[in-house]
């Protein structure tokens, strides 16, 4: 049914809360018959120009000089730009980033120029006639040799730049920032162990790979506004960050974002999308289109960092954890203004989703000239837990313990005390494990297919907090219409997590009105949308929900208090049912589109009370502490945590090495699922996501040069990679502060797959193969290597 | 690294009205055209800006060119432009050549078997090509247009290293005529790729096995490997043990080893030549056992 | 650079274009016809966001020329629904979650209807491999897969 018809009667819609049902999504319709607005399919007619920009082959250099005379004189090229106007910096936690390079490029793909031309072919040809003259410089690709002090400095002015005061760089360093946990003492602890391992794990950059590539359309006025119309999570962020880096107010830069083909991260913050502001203040008044290419999109926006890990972790003989030490180096690429959180996030986080009463970590976050790691779902959790949990397993064996009694011994629970000295809120993490476990069939061996086959299990744990700024602020507002449907407005973005449709049903629960009265303002523009920090961090259902749930209970504060004045009421007596007013006294009732715009008659034709109703909300955390910097330990590091496990049965093929998962079982406790379907939805391809990161993805990269960016050298799963069967479980320990209960799970379902399947191989095999992609050629090598085949 | 364009680059697309307009262009033009069928390497070699032709020439209409067709003493003859997905659906090709179904299905995806050809898959001459080996060990011919008029040229002998073939400039592959198997064959190709579907090949394993009353063991083999070589490559040594020795186990593992021993794959980005040599020991041996179980 | 005229049938109405050489199909439909339905997510023929339907068979259309299609019959997604009454592949779509961040969705359609059409009753392997070349990033395909197997069994009872 493509209409949707508006009965307002009762008998039309049950009266059920739409929270904790499938509402089916309010953007489906759109999206099957191809109606869907997603940032190209923008028209803009015939005025619209078009831009590429002109990259860096170097990894490392100094730019020399930049005649674009050739460029410029090629017909159709309407301007061609470079960084010489432009000084300023852009950042969300550290500004270390120009628009366009002015005296360095860092990496492969560093933007060194833009070129605005009538058409994309054109102004394809004309990055040929750029000439740059580079001096080459010595490069840094990799984060441990990075971080040595005589190691070529990427950022000698590292000490000026503006930044977060909860980063710490390191000025005359390639760190960009050091998070530290010190608590309890390690060197008296390890004295206790029964057993201690230590593993060093090299965890490879991995890329997004939204099916969207990054688009934008940028057009700039002759009265010095900016509008820029873009895939985007962060209509608002980048509306700041850019202003700021243009030395425009914000009210200046207008942002609007569409539907998002998948953003999973690389989508968050400013990337392309800066460039080709600074390429439409070229040609004022046309607007200028520059999409990525798939190539470009691999590495030139952001990818997830690479990783070594240095994990230490000790038990005492009845399987308590005592110690834990981690050194991570952070491969964060040219540029951290985004990534050096991640480093902050994994320090805060470091022990995993367990109890350690001693830990010394050190969180490091590296520039190297390698592409720009930024956000990725799971910020830092996917490839820290790939160490951790499979250190779990390794120490559990050591003291010949079951990996999941281990776990059930060491795991979070109420109460607990975490790696930042504050306490564990309600958790449903042991019920997350303890069902998991179950659904796999832990303990039971099933049959491998054929005789050179094996099979073997394998499970992982996680937590996750969302990493933002303490003060990320959410706003909203609900106006009502003439027939009693909403108008919610919000600034979430809608990358397929769900945003309109569980916004949608937050608002019509908290109003009282059927689910498919709402309608949610979208796009997204930030100059007419509520603010809202950044679509990130999964942070949306519980932030954005708790400013929708406010923004409505306003409304319907007003509704109620406009129907019992008019009924001379207690407004304690009336509530709203179904789109009608009702009274649970004198049983009045009173439809809302009789009230929602006009207000009401005051007896005797004297005179109108109301008006349109306009409900407003906003939600922000006030909660959160800072950390010591010299411990990390703090009253309250985040705002909750949510967690869960996976669980994968695997067979590996002797004679090639394939690994395919069977099946997979995931258990997230998200305190309200308030669309279970959705839900579900994110652990299904959370899961697929993280299994393809396990097998197939991996960047190779040669001296800063991306040898696989490409979907034919840079494997995604597909139809046929996908396991049998998943089991979704969800487990609902509530959130205090979450809209119905409600705290996200939109990145936590991709955590913990790499360990989970490194487990499961391990357990398979009895070989470990500890370092993502699991591929086939790697996993046959190990074997042969071992051993096992010949 | 990315030197991909967003589309393709300008270029002059030419429809010839015939074979010989066709070849002429081609000559007078050579180095700067170049004709095309399915398009899919051409496209995606000319975003790459690897090739940087002026003019791409469609032969996809011409005499000789669209015809899938089977004829019981001269064999089948697949046209350059027939699209693989055709070829899989032809009920003469699964009844007298289910080898090279089997490989053609292995290609890419659905969709881009709608457009790719098996004579284009040939032409393009990557080591790596499915459905090579399959038209190898069905003792292939291609057919040629060129400036001296038809001519035909063994499939053996047409390709000279990785992407190059004997063809000139002016030269346009009509078809390729696969005589009529041995009786009673039957033939598998095991292609590895990095997941499950779609894929190249890593290395591909294509063999083919046949009674034959003058063997030792009474078949005799034809066997072909992709990927491992700078073109596709038959190793014959692995052929002669199979005819020469009962068809043991032994005997499949002493091919196996044979096969893997004239491979000489290298490492690159897809994989390395540690694990390729290791593969086509390995695949050979499944290919084999699967076609004698077939056999007998 | 030449210019070529094209007449062919797209959603079923007769379309005169002029289009350059190296246009793609793709490029034509998205640029020349604003049917913007159809997506372009790699421009190589690898992902199948581009999928439409050419002479009743899913192409790649970054990977057909413009050119290529005179007299052609193209159908993309804008077709599925007729009427305001959606396919039911599009319901059974809706029904089983399988729309996310909505991309790569044309493109799945079109393989999916076309895997229908071609055989009405696929079991799961065969859904899987007809889909193959349409990459998915958000859903994990097991969604997709039970929409399509939906879609199968509601059109057999509906025959029934």
Redesign the interface.
Known sequence: MMVKSIEPTLASHPSISPVGDNAPRIDATQKLTGAATFTDDIQFGPGLLHGRVVRSPHAHALIKSIDTSKAEALPGVRAVVTGKNYPGYLGLYLQDRHIFCRDRVRYVGDPVAGIVATTEDIAEQALDLIDVEYEVLEGVFDPVIGAKPDAPLIHPDLGDYVVANFIFPKPGTNISNHFKIRKGDTEAAWKECTAVIERTYRIPHVQHVPIEPHTAIARADQDGTVTLWSSTQSPFAQRNLIAKALGKSQSDVRVIGHYVGGGFGSKAGVTMEAPAVVMAMQVEGQPVKLRLTREEEFYTTFVRQGLVAEIKLGCDSTGKILAMENKFYWDGGAYTEYGVNVTRASGYSSTGPYEVPNVKTDSYCVYTNHPVGGPFRGFGMPEMHAGIEQCIDELALEIEMDPVQFRRINCLKEGSILVTGSRMHPTGLPECLDKAAEAIGWGKKSEPSGPNKRRGKGLALMWKAPAMPPNAGSSAWVELREDGTLNVGLGGQELGQGTFTVAAQMAAATLGVPFDWVRIASPVDTKYSPYEWQTVASRLTWSMGNAVVNASKDARKQIIDLVAESWEEDPADLDIVNGEVISYKSEEAMSLKDIAIYGLPKEGDSGWIGGPVVGRGRFMPTYVTGLDPETGQGERAVVHYTTGAQAVEVEVDLETGRVEVLRGVAAFDMGKAINPDQVRAQMEGGLVQGISTALFEGFKLEDGHLRNPSFVDYRIATSSDAPDQIEAIIVEVPQDDGPFGARGIGEHPMVPTIPAIANAIADALGVRISEPPFSSEKVYLAMLDEGLIS | ??D??????????IKPASLAEASKFLVDHAGEARPFMG??DT??RM?DGVWKDRY?V?VKHLDGTSELGFDSKLGLTVGAGVPM?TLIASPEVQDHYPLLAQAAKTV?????R??ATVVGNICNASPAGDTIGACLVYEGIMIIYGPSGRREEPLRTFFKGPGQTVLSPGDIALAIRLPIPPAGHAGRYLK?G???????AIVGVTALGYPDSETASGFRFRLALAAVAPTPLIPIEAEKILAESPLDPATIDKAAEAAMNASSPIDD????A??RR??VR??TR?ALESVVSELS | MAQHTLTLTVNGDPTTVSVPSHHTLLQMLRETLALTGTKNGCAAGECGACTVMMDGEPVNSCMVLAVECDGARIDTVESLAQDSQLDPIQEAFIESSAVQCGFCTPGVLVSSRALLDRNPDPTEAEIREALVGNLCRCTGYLSIIRAVRKSASSRAEAKV
């Open positions: 690294m990315a991909a364009h967003p589309g393709l680059p300008e270029f002059d697309y398009g899919t496209f995606v975003r791409l469609d997905n890419a995806a659905y969709q881009l709608n457009r590895l990095r997941n499950r579907l779609s894929d190249l980005v897809r994989g390395s540690r694990y290791m593969m390995n695949l499944q």
